[in-house]
């Protein structure tokens, strides 16, 4: 089992920053790709960034060139580097951690999610 916490959430100012933070703990050896999701009242939960093994990223295209992510060598901590935020990147925003192999998620694991709020 993985747990994942995140932190970094709040109320911001279009055009301010944040960072989210998801530390990761148990059976981290297990992961190999780690991911940040969000969802807005009455949407589905989308995709917002991936890491994979090796440093390889992926971004929604609605926040490419605003967000960045990154983690720790050891998939202690995972974080999102929010900029240039908008009122519509109001959600909150949950931790995803995968075990895969050869691209088939054997198992996955989601945080609590934490509410970040962008006032126009």
């Known amino acids: 089992q993985v747990q994942l916490v995140e932190s970094g959430g709040g109320l911001v100012q279009a055009g301010g920053s944040l960072r989210l933070s998801c530390a990761a703990s148990?059976?981290?050896?297990?992961?190999?790709?780690m991911a940040w999701y969000r969802q807005a009242p009455g949407k589905q939960r989308e995709l917002v960034a991936a890491i994979l093994s090796g440093g390889r990223t992926n971004y929604a295209d609605f926040v490419k060139g605003r967000f960045t992510i990154s983690r720790d060598n050891a998939w202690n901590t995972l974080y999102l580097q929010m900029n240039s935020l908008k009122p519509e990147d109001t959600a909150v925003y949950y931790c995803?951690?995968?075990?895969?192999?050869?691209?088939?998620?054997?198992?996955?694991?989601w945080g609590q999610g934490t509410q970040v709020t962008v006032s126009s």
């Open positions: 995803n951690a995968k075990n895969l192999v050869k691209n088939v998620v054997l198992n996955e694991y």
């Open positions: 148990g059976s981290i050896f297990s992961i190999n790709a």
